[in-house]
């Protein structure tokens, strides 16, 4: 494969990870309760990280710990999460509301949904491969 063919595919790449991203936001939209993409990444971190705080969130999405901020303050706000005031030793610790863990379940629901539909008529070979090529794609991230 040439370095012409390899630019195009990754430019293809690209483009059609934008089309999912934008897919999905317009889906969100949907709901009774939408949640933005930030606002599920962030539920869906916090969810998938036990004793995860805002200076936590901040690295691992290479974000500035002010914006960070804004956003868990809007996510309190919203009453999606809280901070867990029975763990003071580590600082400030994040955790889902019961409204936060219903409406992050609903909106994955939601997107699980769609990838399913789109995956049918996949052979399960089909769908194991894509699976491997994407878990590499965001293993390559953290090295």
């Known amino acids: 494969m040439g370095t012409d063919q390899r630019d ?15 897919r999905a936001n317009a ?10 993409f930030v606002e599920h990444s962030l539920l869906r971190f916090i969810a998938d990280t036990p004793g995860v ?18 956003q868990v303050a809007t ?7 809280n901070y867990d005031e029975t763990d003071a030793g580590r600082g400030r610790v994040l955790v889902l ?32 491969s894509f699976a491997a090529a994407l878990i590499r794609y965001n293993d390559a991230d953290s090295k």
């Open 97 to 128: 509301t019961d409204h936060g863990h219903q409406q992050l379940a609903t909106s994955a629901q939601v997107h699980r949904e769609v990838v399913t539909d789109r995956l049918t008529g996949w052979s399960n070979a089909e769908i194991a």
């Open 8 to 22: 195009a595919d990754i430019q293809a790449v690209y483009n059609h990870m934008q089309v999912i991203t934008r």
């Open 27 to 36: 889906r969100s939209r949907h709901l009774a309760e939408p949640l933005t």
């Open 53 to 70: 705080r805002a200076i936590d969130i901040a690295e691992a999405f290479s974000l500035n710990r002010s914006t960070v901020s804004r």
């Open 75 to 81: 996510l309190i706000e919203l009453g999606l999460a």
